[in-house]
């Protein structure tokens, strides 16, 4: 019975000699790595809006400056963890950069910031991707928490499976998102400057925005910090193609930095396009409301099949 329970968790033993076979391609790899950085676009956006709703509609113009500048700050990101990519071929994590560049202390910093960083990532990614169902689907809101704990509860024993089943697991719903994602941007933007749809939002002029608010020019400074430290959620998780760079198939350097550098362009896409089109669309958000990625695909695809397949992918990329 405790074997077949072990089986059922773990799957069977692989021997030693058919190890190497179960890396990973480029495709499963960017599958099972880049999901936690790409699904993080489902949230950034809105989490920069979150704090910009504090000095009202006059703020939201933010957003899109804001976004370019995590984004210049994920190429800056991208850029060192390809060097350490090379410089560190059995996995060059935070931790072993730290530890041999800085000190064991600094180390310890980066290594208790990871932990605390892969719990909560599990916890909002989870809470996310529910959230995303209880957007299109309200009458399951009382049941968030059950929902949160089955998808915790799953996503444990695909991982439990081991490296190459759960990047199978997980290939087909990152795909999904992605090829829904840009299906979503491409139909706004065709919308927006073919056919030519006005702005929904306001035209604030930055020089009188301060009167208007009322915020002085040192809680604008804050205001701006705290969002942009809001969405660089958005970078979240582009560490982990370093920690696992052993998990790739030969040559692992190399292979590792395309997934890499293809994670990037579509997380950085991704966000930007979503946050553009969140400003155009006068998209704003608070605490409690629908999610931003489902108010945006109910404007542009309506509340049909498209915008179900766009939260369906959603929820599985985040969970």
């Known amino acids: 019975m405790a074997l077949a329970f072990r089986r059922m968790l773990f799957g069977r033993p692989i021997p030693t000699e058919r190890a190497a076979h179960e890396r990973l391609n480029n495709l499963q790899a960017l599958a099972i790595f880049a999901s936690d950085g790409i699904s993080s676009t489902a949230y950034a956006t809105q989490e920069i809006l979150l704090t910009l709703s504090v000095a009202g509609m006059a703020a939201y113009y933010l957003s899109v400056p804001i976004a370019l500048a995590i984004i210049t700050l994920l190429v800056i990101v991208m850029i060192s963890y390809q060097q350490a990519l090379f410089a560190y071929p059995n996995g060059g994590g935070a931790y072993i950069v730290a530890r041999d560049n800085l000190g064991v202390r600094f180390a310890q910093v980066a290594g208790a910031a990871l932990l605390m960083d892969y719990i909560l990532t599990v916890a909002v990614s989870v809470s996310a991707g529910v959230a995303a169902m209880t957007s299109a689907f309200p009458d399951l809101r009382p049941q968030t928490v059950p929902l949160c704990l089955v998808a915790i509860a799953i996503l444990t024993l695909g991982n439990l499976r081991g490296v190459r089943e759960s990047g199978n697991l997980f290939s087909a719903p990152t795909y999904f998102f992605v090829a829904m994602a840009y299906l979503l941007i491409g139909t706004g933007l065709y919308r927006v400057f073919v056919l030519r749809e006005p702005p929904h939002a306001p035209n604030f002029d930055p020089a009188h925005v301060a009167g208007v608010s009322g915020f002085t020019s040192a809680a604008w400074t804050f205001l701006m910090l705290r969002a942009f430290s809001s969405g660089c959620a958005a970078l979240t998780g582009i560490e982990s193609i370093a920690i696992g760079i052993k998990s790739f198939k030969p040559p692992e350097s190399r292979n590792a930095s395309i997934t890499l550098i293809r994670m990037c362009c579509i997380l950085g896409t ?34 049909g099949g498209l915008y179900l397949a766009f939260q369906f992918s959603t929820m599985f990329i985040l969970i």
């Open 270 to 303: 991704v966000f930007f396009g979503m946050t553009w089109l969140a400003r155009h669309y006068g998209i704003t958000y608070f605490h409690g409301d629908e999610t931003v990625p489902s108010e945006l695909a109910s404007i542009i695809f309506g509340r």
